[in-house]
């Protein structure tokens, strides 16, 4: 690892940099590519309808692990993901209700607006008010959490089920959901990486002083970086409704859909630090993180050790991620 | 009028004690000035709020809160944060509660503490030799926690979980009039906390590792052994809240504590400490604990609902710290 690193630093360390974040993902996708191959060898007939079920109950996680990512680049921390997920969730299942596929999708195109706007209104308080990021959206995940019970008390509402193939394709169709995960990917993420303002989201999170000094709108850039992060959420939120045909306004589920989506980006390569990773590992890191526990359930262990295996591997990737990164700084 | 008096003070070339103390204590007094108008406006609202046993329910409430707070002032105030304090309370709890059906009283109590030290230790050595970042360690730790007592619930951990009229006691029990039991418990441990914070030489390499952990390092101060004593302290104080509420409760389920985690964070930056590190200290927490305690007597006293209770502590949790800031920016 020193050497290969030695080898890369003539390069620049842009290219330095790309080389290890593209190693991580590699690392991220083989470890999938591996845990896939064993849940296969375990499931008699695995195929089509097995991906379509992996693809269809990871997208609500796999958006709030992009969400999470967004704003963990720029330098910052959204606790309050889980909560926007559950708002979004009751207010679109409680429009939802009886509405066909064109109502359901005005419904949705709605519902993203909201969250974008309340995302993009998180990153303005973060940048006027200059308390820590971790704080205002601790703030926020109460006040969303609040809303969401105001507008649906106990679980309920629906969705139509036009609305349900849509997101998440019905049978062993997986194509939907793959199609609805990578939309926002190359719709928002891919233009705005290349933008100017996307390579000041990673400015601002890598140095926050050097990127102002530089000239970086901090509050542009943090609005802009928390109004995807809302939209992404606003998605998340979407897709458990078309998963669950309905809305539940319940706090614990907002509260381990964040920590999923912390361990899920840890695990993909983005740096709590800020300004490293994409949104692709973290992605695969939430689709390993679902592998688990049915591999452990085809192996005959109790799923409830399930959990124990994702902390135990979280901690130990960001571990050796340390490791890593220690010896690379103590190489001349 | 204070703060033009102090304005003036600070004009003046030579600044008097008692002014320099009403600057230094100015966030303290603040948060007394809101403690009091939130009690204040609680005995408007319904005048048996300042009944005695109004008063002895709201500390019942705050103990617990105030110890996990505690423990969270001492990993913030060192740079880091400790998500796992909710389920290291509710696994204490929970082996006590088990222990408690069959044994004394007195060792279900310690096997709960000694859980409390082994998660804390794990915790702090990963996080202190290994350098794992605290938020991910901790939170991976919370996840182990809950999966190793969602199966130890069923296998090694089964079978009841009743407090022992011991637990039940300091728990929800009282000494005279409105002196619960657990507030005894915190009276000490808390005590402890802020004379060990400015006086130990522990208390203040804390401080002097949120500070600044190169400048530590470089004058000799070994950072891994603050660090594992702040999370081992943290994940005691964490259980020890844990067997007090479950003492209360009277019985342990996996979601007893959890509700506390976000709390115990607000309580701490309510009461000003950073979360960056270095900044802050216990008698700013107890205040925190205590104004989300009388908060949520309030909402609970104005009947509003779940829904609008949950986005005022919000906008509250918000509103002081955004004051907070300022008030520290322009000092």
């Known amino acids: 690892m020193a050497t290969a690193t030695a080898t890369t630093r003539p390069l620049g360390p842009a290219a330095g940099r790309l080389a290890r974040r593209h190693a991580w993902t590699g690392a991220v996708v083989t470890f999938f590519v591996l845990l896939l191959a064993w849940n296969a060898s375990q499931t008699r007939n695995f195929g089509a309808f097995e991906i379509q079920t992996l693809l269809a109950s990871t997208l609500p996680l796999a958006y709030l692990a992009m969400a999470q990512s967004v704003v963990v680049i720029g330098g910052g921390i959204d606790l309050s993901v889980g909560a926007m997920l559950v708002l979004i969730n009751c207010l679109s299942a409680r429009f939802m209700e009886g509405t066909d596929l064109r109502g359901s999708l005005l419904v949705a195109a709605g519902c993203l607006a909201v969250a974008a706007a309340l995302g993009a209104l998180t990153g303005l308080v973060i940048t006027v008010s200059r308390i820590p990021d971790i704080i205002v959206t601790l703030a926020a995940s109460f006040v969303w959490g609040g809303a969401a019970l105001f507008v649906l008390h106990t679980p309920g509402g629906g969705t139509s089920t036009g609305f349900q193939a849509l997101v998440l394709g019905s049978g062993s169709a997986w194509w939907p959901a793959l199609l609805c995960l990578l939309a926002p990917l190359l719709l928002v993420w891919a233009p705005l990486r290349r933008s100017r303002t996307g390579i000041a989201v990673y400015a601002l999170g890598s140095d926050r002083n050097a990127a102002y000094l530089s000239g970086v709108d901090p509050l542009c850039t943090r609005v802009v970086a928390y109004a995807v992060d809302g939209l992404l959420c606003g998605l998340a939120g979407l897709a458990t409704t078309a998963f669950t045909a309905g809305g539940s306004p319940q706090s614990t589920i907002a509260m381990n859909a964040t920590l999923n989506s912390v361990a899920a980006i840890v695990l993909g390569g983005v740096a709590l630090s800020g300004g490293v990773g994409g949104l692709m590992g973290p992605v695969f890191a939430v689709w390993c993180l679902y592998l688990i526990p049915n591999i452990m359930l085809g192996l005959g262990v109790d799923p409830s050790y399930g959990e124990v295996v994702k902390g135990v591997v979280v901690v130990l990737v960001v571990l050796a991620g340390g490791l890593l990164r220690a010896r690379r700084n103590r190489a001349p | ?331």
């Open chain 2, 1 to 331: 009028m204070t703060q033009a008096a102090v304005r003036d003070e600070d004009a003046a070339p030579e600044r008097s004690l008692l002014a320099r103390v009403a600057a230094a204590d100015r966030p303290t007094l603040a948060l007394i000035g809101v403690l009091v108008a939130l009690v204040v406006a609680n005995g408007l609202i319904d005048r048996n709020f300042l009944s005695l046993s109004q008063l002895r329910n709201t500390l019942l409430v705050t103990a617990p809160l105030a110890l996990l707070a505690g423990g969270q002032t001492l990993c913030m105030l060192t740079g880091g944060i400790d998500l796992s304090v909710a389920m290291t309370a509710t696994a204490a709890a929970y082996v006590t509660g088990v222990q408690s059906a069959d044994g004394p009283a007195v060792l279900a109590i310690a096997a709960g503490l000694l859980v409390g030290v082994v998660v804390g230790l794990v915790n702090g050595l990963a996080i202190g030799v290994f350098k794992v970042n605290p938020l991910i360690m901790t939170l991976g730790m919370s996840g182990i926690l809950t999966g190793l007592l969602t199966v130890g619930s069923q296998t090694f951990l089964g079978g009841a979980t009743r407090m022992s009229e011991l637990v039940l006691e300091l728990g929800g029990g009282t000494i005279v009039g409105p002196i619960p039991w657990n507030l005894v418990v915190w009276l000490l441990l808390g005590g402890a906390l802020v004379v060990g914070l400015r006086r130990t030489g522990l208390g203040r390499l804390i401080y002097a590792v949120g500070d600044n952990r190169v400048a530590c390092r470089l004058a000799g101060v070994r950072i891994w052994q603050v660090e594992t004593a702040v999370y081992t302290l943290c994940a005691l104080l964490a259980a020890v809240a844990g067997i007090l509420i479950g003492g209360r409760s009277g019985s342990v389920d996996l979601q007893l504590a959890g509700s506390y985690l976000l709390p115990s964070v607000a309580a701490a930056v309510i009461g000003g400490t950073s979360i960056l590190g270095g900044i802050g200290g216990y008698t700013g927490t107890i205040l925190g604990a205590l104004i989300l305690a009388v908060l949520d007597t309030m909402l609970n006293l104005l009947t509003v609902d779940e829904a609008l209770k949950q986005v005022l502590y919000g906008c509250i949790i918000l509103a002081l710290s955004w004051a907070y800031a300022r008030g520290t920016a322009s000092a």
